[in-house]
């Protein structure tokens, strides 16, 4: 799973004790999700009234396209799958078009996706992709944005975690609808916790009435309800996760490179990498108990692509260590 290596934060832990101590899931959380809202708007220095929650970006992503029935959507790939799965069964047409490889790094041409500018169409961006890792400065999708007639899919759910990369929601034009998750840095898959911003007030209230009325569980409401009321104490730790996966991933990157694997330049806490052998590595590594992301599947990568997630140091060392003996016996 790509998660904050050094997440979940402490105290989660003991805010979800205090959760269940109060049997908070004897309770229907709040349908109108009023002070989740207004606790996860303030962090992100957004109006609440432009702020839905989602079960997850996975609910999100797929509540956005429902919502904004656009013919056709038009993803930047290689990207995350699950855009192209909702689409085949609304019968929607799917277009792409391809980043290309600069210097070890998958860039985004935005001006490729000029001539997909128009009123029927969603354009979808990953920024920062999976399972690329790579960054388009965001001000750059938000100028593109403006000056283009489609709807924009922006979905940033490894953004906290690069450090490059601005945390705020906000300055988006009615047609871009971002989606975030506190999945990936809170390190909480299994709690479900995203959110829509957008300032299209007719497609946010399309998306309030498609979405499950109590699609925020009790739990993960009592949670946002109490962690998000120390907003320096999260930014703390989104500073420390920022520098910590910095460091870590570049110390990575150089380990691999020099037991000869070609590794792409990353952002974020996910590196792509690509060897003629990696299917056999693949297959080694599931043996030996630790799992990597077979890259086989996504447009424009192939069988000699996988995906690693950056870990804890130790774990970390222990994959260097077996994909150094994988790639010495090859
Ligand atoms: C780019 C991207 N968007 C969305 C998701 C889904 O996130 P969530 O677990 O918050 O539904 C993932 C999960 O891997 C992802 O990689």
């Known amino acids: 799973v790509?998660?904050?290596?050094?997440?979940?934060?402490?105290?989660?832990?003991?805010?979800?004790?205090?959760?269940l101590k109060r049997r908070v899931y004897e309770k229907y959380p709040d349908y109108n999700q009023a002070m989740t809202r207004r606790l996860i708007a303030e962090f992100y220095g957004v109006d609440e009234a432009n702020l839905i929650l989602s079960n997850g970006a996975a609910e999100a992503i797929n509540l956005v396209i429902i919502a904004a029935k656009p013919r056709r959507i038009v993803v930047a790939e290689p990207s995350y799958g699950e855009?192209?799965?909702?689409?085949?069964?609304?019968n929607i047409r799917y277009e792409y078009v391809l980043m290309k490889i600069r210097e070890e790094r998958f860039l985004l041409d935005l001006g490729e996706l000029r001539s997909f500018c128009e009123e029927d169409?969603?354009?979808?961006?990953?920024?920062?992709?999976?399972?690329?890792?790579?960054?388009?400065?965001?001000?750059?999708?938000?100028d593109f944005g403006r000056e283009c007639g489609a709807k924009i899919l922006l979905d940033e759910a490894y953004i906290e975690l690069c450090d490059k990369c601005p945390i705020h929601v906000g300055d988006a034009s009615e047609n871009i609808i971002v989606v975030r998750t506190l999945t990936k840095w809170l390190a909480i898959p299994g709690l479900r916790i995203g959110f829509i911003h957008t300032v299209d007030h007719g497609l946010l209230n399309r998306i309030d009435l498609l979405r499950q009325p109590w699609n925020i569980n009790s739990l993960a409401e009592c949670l946002v309800?109490?962690?998000?009321?120390?907003?320096?104490?999260?930014?703390?730790?989104?500073e420390a996760s920022r520098?910590?996966?910095?460091?870590?991933?570049?110390?990575?990157?150089?380990?691999?490179?020099?037991?000869?694997?070609?590794?792409?330049?990353?952002?974020?806490?996910?590196?792509?990498?690509?060897?003629?052998?990696?299917?056999?590595?693949?297959?080694?590594?599931?043996?030996?108990?630790?799992?990597?992301?077979?890259?086989?599947?996504?447009?424009?990568?192939g069988p000699s692509y996988f995906r690693i997630g950056v870990k804890r140091r130790d774990e970390n060392d222990l994959l260097i260590k077996y994909?150094?003996?994988?790639?010495?016996?090859?």
């Not at 169409?121 to 938000?142: A, C, F, M, Q």
């Not at 380990?255 to 690509?274: A, H, M, Q, Y």
């Open 323 to 330: 994909l150094s003996e994988e790639i010495r016996y090859r």
């Open 121 to 142: 169409t969603l354009i979808v961006i990953t920024n920062p992709n999976n399972p690329t890792g790579s960054y388009v400065d965001r001000g750059e999708i938000i």
């Open 225 to 238: 309800e109490e962690l998000f009321l120390d907003k320096r104490d999260l930014l703390e730790f989104i």
């Open 243 to 301: 520098k910590y996966i910095y460091s870590e991933r570049r110390r990575v990157r150089d380990l691999l490179k020099r037991i000869g694997l070609r590794v792409f330049e990353s952002d974020t806490n996910i590196l792509l990498i690509e060897n003629p052998y990696s299917q056999m590595i693949i297959r080694e590594l599931l043996r030996r108990g630790v799992a990597v992301r077979d890259c086989s599947s996504f447009k424009g990568l």
């Open 2 to 19: 790509n998660t904050n290596p050094i997440g979940p934060p402490e105290k989660i832990h003991r805010i979800l004790e205090n959760c």
């Open 83 to 90: 855009y192209e799965s909702i689409v085949g069964v609304l």
